[in-house]
């Protein structure tokens, strides 16, 4: 996209004619017969690595080909392939060009790229490069690589303020859309990139159709991502593509804080509908976040804005397992454990008490499951409540967890209201089948 040009004068060069020197008709002439060989494009950019003089004449046309080609495509691949290239890489010389032929044969260039399309043909391309250096993993995309975006999602997700400030000025607005519905900010590359769509009016607070996600959710739900070192997948060294070098720098914590801190992101602090940005922080443990929506007056025991009761963020913590930090940083921001009456109707999924251990949780991480069960229940008000006809205690113990049966009797549990006996065996507690129990009761937490 971005060839090496030669410089070489002369009226022959290697004892053939320079087609640099030849008059300008002559030139377009041989251009012309070019363009109906099938290998059009190797045979130009051959051309355009020869000299600079007849990289200007020859440039022009091979963008005008691609934008030629490209519109002939499907209604959603209809993005010309340069232009794609060029926002991902951070070539902002090709970006100009491409835009400039495309401005020509589009009536309405704006709408034209405000217009999501399928990146296949860029996936397709991005593969290849990477198979001829042996590198084929980083061509596999991005965890959060979406397939239908917009030429402003690509240019924000690399970093490259310079073409997204190029695409803006070409009527590009930032709350544009992409495939998912959400628009570039969800995919911010560092807080360099998402105060350029802010400042340009970008609104932080858009959500999707049907659903509560902002882009802050949409970011915090990627959980906490190391710096990925993507090889062979760099910006141009020399493309330009972005206002300042670290703009390109992976940093989406930072643009998390940024928009918390200083953007005025709506983290509904007391309130959830179909999800929070607390409730994806927690779910995967990205602490970072966790931290800062607390800081910034999250609650971790939200009002479901559907049924007006507390939705316990605790019990998403727990969940997802090997969570104790998170686990301790929700209680002491004030997260409730259990409940003193029963709002959930005996449901068992709803309660933190109820959810101490992971279904089939490997034997080996039962020290940690038991670590967390006593910061719990150290905090709950209502140990002995009675869910789906029996306390927490006889659940435990029925699962077969003698060792959370422990925790949950050292912190006030009766064993004697749970219908649990307690032996001096190998065995110590025994939960005892009750005229109240299910025949069977399958709805033990041993899944």
Known sequence: MEPQVAEQTGERIDG??????????????????LSKSR?????????????????????PRLYSQDVTDSLKLPRNLDMPIALQWACWFGALGTAERSLDALDSACPDLAAKLTK????????????????????????SGYMHWKDTSSLLHLACLRGNTAIAKLLISKGVHPNTLDGANLTAL?????????????????????????????ALCHLISWGPMEPRKWENEFNLSQGQGAVRAEHMIQDFTGTIKFLIQEAGADIYPGTIGTTNPLRHAVFTRHVAAVKLLLAAGASPNPIDMKTGRKRLLLTDALRSGHNQEIVKLML???????????????LIDHLPIMNLTLRGSNPLYAR?????????????????????????????????????????IEHGADPEKAKVEVRDTVLPLVALDTPSASEDDGETLAG
């Open 332 to 346: 002491e921001a004030g997260a409730e454990v259990d409940v003193v009456d029963d709002p959930y109707e005996g």
């Open 186 to 214: 969800a995919y911010a590359l560092n807080p360099d990139v998402a105060r350029l769509l802010v400042e340009n009016g970008a609104d932080v607070d858009i959500k999707q159709h049907d659903s509560d996600e902002t």
């Open 368 to 408: 940690e499951e038991v670590q967390v069960a006593h910061m719990v229940c150290e905090r709950a008000k209502n140990i002995n409540m009675v869910v789906q006809g029996h306390p927490a205690l006889w659940h435990y113990v029925r699962a077969g967890r003698q060792d959370i049966g422990q925790v949950l």
């Open 116 to 139: 999501p399309f399928n990146n296949d043909n860029l996936y397709s391309l991005r593969y290849r490069m990477a198979k001829r250096r042996r590198a084929v993993s980083p061509a």
């Open 39 to 59: 290998d059009y494009y190797k045979s130009m950019v051959r051309i355009v690595r020869t000299c600079r003089v007849l990289a200007v004449r020859t440039l």
């Open 16 to 33: 053939r004619p320079n087609l640099a020197t030849m008059p300008p008709e002559i030139l377009a002439l041989i251009l012309d017969q």
